[in-house]
């Protein structure tokens, strides 16, 4: 379901540069991957789905947690990345079935990169 997606990421210049470190990978194996897609579902839900983020475009570092970086790989690191690449719309708070859809993605890019 998400490779269509992910493929069409990967042929971005900005998007494809983004990769998991050895920490990141190690920090993973150390949580697993429950916790992480609970940190995922965490920052999508605080810091993604509400309808106005007050520092949108700059709340989701480039690094110092994998999932950061995996945002930033699937284009869900802000709203305008995920209206321009996902279609849901700035401005309006993001359904339950959008956030599962952008923590699903997530998880499937960190799952290939280990």
């Given amino acids: ?12 210049k900005f998007r494809s540069k983004f990769k998991l470190s050895e920490k990141d990978k190690a920090y993973i194996h ?10 995922a579902r965490d920052f999508i839900l605080k810091r993604i789905a509400p309808a106005i983020i007050p520092n949108d475009g700059k709340q989701t570092p480039m690094k110092n947690h994998p999932v950061f970086v995996a945002q930033h790989a ?13 279609h849901f719309k700035k401005g309006v708070e993001l359904t339950s079935s959008e956030q599962d859809y952008l923590v699903k993605l997530i998880m499937e890019w960190l799952k290939k990169q280990l």
Avoid: F, N
Avoid at 1 to 12: A, F, N, P, T, V
Avoid at 74 to 86: D, F, L, S, V
């Fill in 30 to 39: 150390t949580k697993g991957l429950d916790i992480i897609e609970e940190h």
């Fill in 74 to 86: 699937t284009a869900c690191c802000c709203r305008g990345c995920i209206e321009k690449w996902h």
């Fill in 1 to 12: 379901m998400y490779e269509k997606i992910l493929e069409k990421l990967s042929h971005s």
